[in-house]
């Protein structure tokens, strides 16, 4: 089993220019989140899902949009790149979201908006 | 506000001494503790969760409620031990972890 894999593993970007990072995973786990981590900060939630067809909001979404059209698969769009968006990306999935239930990540997307 | 604190940015211990990594969280309710770890060039993983009061690798961590405290501990570290280290809140009736920024440990020979 690959896990949860990541496309592009590095972006870099112009501001304004738009692109969307793909998440997948292959254990069936309904629930799936996208985090970024910014240097010397812990990760922050910027959504996630508990399912097919549903999403929400973590703690910073403005600015990026998902789509969970398919189990595996979870998308994080950037419509228009800011250069506050440079950050490393990460991934997630788990099982269920109850209370201390593992997340397995990604190994992170790196990208850099100019 | 919920946080969590990681006082240390880098701890640098010998192999054979025992390690000690903070973590103080500020939440209300009852608190769901976790460790994560990440080792070079790996992705991030579970290291241990207040729930299962697990030890792993010989890593342990108590829940301290009056110190607001989940300190990781291991007696004798070992070099393979070196990585970055992430405590993470998890809050009642939420989706949502609270991570600290992290402590980068070194194990030196």
């Known amino acids: 089993n690959a896990g949860v894999t990541q496309t592009p593993k590095f972006r870099v970007l112009k501001t304004g220019q738009s692109m969307t990072l793909l998440c997948a995973q292959d254990m069936n786990h309904e629930y799936m989140y996208w985090y970024r981590q910014d240097p010397g900060m812990g990760l922050r939630l910027i959504h996630y899902s508990v399912g097919e067809g549903t999403t929400a909001k973590g703690e910073v979404p403005d600015g990026y949009n998902v789509s969970r059209l398919k189990k595996q698969n979870f998308l994080l769009g950037l419509e228009s790149a800011a250069p506050s968006q440079t950050s490393v990306y990460f991934c997630?999935?788990?099982?269920?979201?109850?209370?201390?239930?593992?997340?397995?990540f990604g190994p992170g997307t790196r990208l850099l908006v100019l | 506000a919920q946080r969590v604190t990681q006082p240390e940015k880098l701890l640098s211990v010998f192999k054979g001494a025992p390690v000690e990594l903070k973590c103080n969280y500020s939440y209300s309710g009852s608190p769901e503790l976790f460790w994560y770890v990440q080792y070079s060039r790996q992705r991030l993983q579970l290291l241990l969760r207040?729930?299962?009061?697990?030890s792993i690798k010989g890593f342990t961590a108590d829940l301290n409620k009056g110190e607001t405290s989940f300190h990781l501990k291991k007696p004798f570290a070992q070099e393979e031990d070196s990585a970055m280290y992430y405590c993470?809140?998890?809050?009642?009736?939420?989706?949502?972890?609270?991570w600290g920024a992290g402590t980068k440990l070194i194990i030196k020979p």
């Open positions: 207040h729930i299962s009061r697990e």
């Open positions: 997630a999935s788990s099982y269920s979201p109850d209370r201390g239930e593992t997340q397995y």
């Open positions: 993470a809140l998890d809050m009642d009736s939420n989706y949502q972890l609270i």
